[in-house]
Each structure stands twice: as C-alpha cells, then as structure tokens.
T-cell receptor, first 115, second 109 residues
Framework: GAGVSQSPRYKVAKRGQDVALRCDPI?????LFWYQQALGQGPEFLTY????????KSGLPSDRFFAERPEGSVSTLKIQRTQQEDSAVYLC?????????????FGEGSWLTVV | AQRVTQPEKLLSVFKGAPVELKCNYS??????LFWYVQYSRQRLQLLLR??SRESIKGFTADLNKGETSFHLKKPFAQEEDSAMYYC???????????FGTGTSLTVIP
C-alpha cells in the first residue's frame, strides 16, 4: 500500500471490554513498531517486530497488552479488559530494513477511548 | 530513563523571526537522531535526520555530541510551520525508537 494503514481509526470501548487494533505496514517492510500516545505526551514505545519475530516487548505496560504479527506483515495489538488509563492513540510504524539508517513511517493511529 | 528531552511544550514566534526548538538526549551508545513533525490532523512525518545533514523546508539540525543536543532551527519562521514537533532517538540496534514529549510551535502572522 501507499502508507501504513491502521484500523479502526476510532474505537470507544467500555471498561473491561477487549479490543483489537490492526496495522497494515507498507508492503515489504521488515520492521514494525507499536507506540502509545497519551494526550499531551509524545509517543511511547510498546513493542517491535522484525518480520514475525517480536524482538522487544519491553514497553508493553501490562500483561493485558499483547501484540502479534504471525505472517510477518499485518500486526494486531490486543488489549484485554480495557481500563480508562488505556485511552490513547495507538500508533503503528514500519521501516523497510533493520537498524539505523532506515526511515520509519507512521500510520494515522487508532484513537481508543475507554469509558 | 528519559532518553529524549524537549524542555518547551509550547513555543510562539512571529512570522519571519528565527525559531529554535530544543532537544537533548541521553544515550550511552551511538544514537541516530530525528525530528518528526505532525501538522494538524495529519500523521507523524519525518522532517529530518542527523545522518543526512540536509535542510528540509528551511529547517536544519546539528548533532552536538558534547552537549548531547539536536536542536532544530529555522532562520525565518513561516505560518505553515505551525505544528507539533517531536525529537526522536533510535538506538544502536535500531529496535527502539524514543520520542520526546513534543513542542507545539505557533507562528504568529
């Protein structure tokens, strides 16, 4: 595709509900990142995939957060038993290669509101 | 640990005035530094990176390893520069990419 695509763009979830956020990276991009951006804050790193391998999940805030990329392309971020503090924009980004020197491209984000 | 610090949340300058958005970083390895910009209702997009040493839309940024800074500068601000600016650092491995909290720039006509 032309860019990183995320869906849904907007999601309102009731507290305790499970949500799944999808990311379609740019075709052929090896690296995929997930970020959480709370209101008024910069994006906070959640997790990183190289192809289908989740190499870093140090930023996931709790075990309620789970991410996968089973075939090395589309990725899903799942949040179980959502809480109000999960309300944020969730950004997905991808880059063609691995490591420094590769430009990272961002999606428009999925805006999650937990009520 | 805070890896990227942007001390100013808000910055206002008059059109035609010089502008400098500050960024300091903390990282023991060899980082790659970036500036990303987010215009109203648009996605984050790359403005410039230190390894390219280029000028984009009149903006420049120099990596100062002694001061661990990567300040963004433009000699004459334009109204269309009004946006949110994020400084970011990528680690040696490339696996982690840290952002500052951002500076909202408003250029007053």
């Amino acid at each position: 595709g032309a860019g990183v695509s995320q869906s849904p763009r907007y999601k309102v979830a009731k507290r305790g509900q499970d949500v799944a956020l999808r990311c379609d990276p740019i075709s052929g991009h090896v690296s995929l990142f997930w970020y959480q951006q709370a209101l008024g804050q910069g994006p906070e790193f959640l997790t990183y995939f190289q192809n289908e391998a989740q190499l870093d999940k140090s930023g996931l805030p709790s075990d309620r957060f789970f991410a996968e990329r089973p075939e090395g392309s589309v990725s899903t971020l799942k949040i179980q038993r959502t809480q109000q503090e999960d309300s944020a924009v969730y950004l997905c980004a991808s880059s063609l290669g691995v490591g420094q020197g590769n430009t990272i491209y961002f999606g428009e984000g999925s805006w999650l509101t937990v009520v | 640990a805070q890896r990227v610090t942007q001390p100013e949340k808000l910055l206002s300058v008059f059109k035609g005035a010089p502008v400098e958005l500050k960024c300091n970083y903390s990282y023991s390895g060899s980082p790659e530094l970036f500036w990303y910009v987010q215009y109203s209702r648009q996605r984050l997009q790359l403005l410039l990176r230190h390894i390219s040493r280029e000028s984009i839309k009149g903006f420049t940024a120099d990596l100062n390893k002694g001061e661990t800074s990567f300040h963004l500068k433009k000699p004459f601000a334009q109204e269309e520069d009004s946006a949110m600016y994020y400084c970011a650092l990528r680690t040696n491995t490339g696996n982690q990419f840290y952002f500052g909290t951002g500076t909202s720039l408003t250029v007053i006509p």
